[in-house]
């Protein structure tokens, strides 16, 4: 499976921004996709994740209320809507796919597949 991450970009504080992930192969092995952020000088940070089959989501508690996740399986897509971006956002955001179910999806290296990445900037 290859992922592609976009949507990124610059946006005022307060802005959305719509990033979009898409799987290049069938997902049908794919248990979850989740969004992961890194900030220059600081440690992979997840984000969201949510499972292809029932479509449960999941965020950390920075983004909840804010972001949200979402799937469209016809175009093996995910999609992270994010709303009141704050300059603490400004990070690359990694897509990844995991095969295995787990109870948690918050950890980077359960992952078995990862995008390239896209910026995203929060500035005025």
């Known amino acids: 499976v290859q992922l592609q991450a976009s949507g990124g970009g610059l946006v005022q504080p307060g802005g959305s921004l719509r990033l979009s992930c898409v799987a290049s192969?069938?997902?049908?092995?794919?248990?979850?996709t989740g969004w992961f952020r890194q900030a220059p000088g600081k440690e992979r940070e997840f984000v969201a994740a949510?499972?292809?089959?029932?479509?449960?989501?999941y965020a950390s508690d920075s983004t909840k209320g804010r972001f949200t996740i979402s799937r469209d399986n016809a175009k093996a897509t995910v999609y992270l809507q994010m709303n009141s971006l704050k300059p603490e956002d400004t990070a690359v955001y990694f897509c990844?796919?995991?095969?295995?179910?787990?109870?948690?999806?918050?950890?980077?290296?359960?992952?078995?597949?990862w995008g390239q990445g896209t910026l995203v900037t929060v500035s005025s």
């Open positions: 949510i499972t292809w089959s029932a479509g449960n989501t």
């Open positions: 192969a069938r997902t049908y092995n794919v248990y979850a």
């Open positions: 990844a796919a995991k095969r295995a179910k787990t109870l948690r999806l918050d950890v980077a290296r359960m992952y078995d597949y």
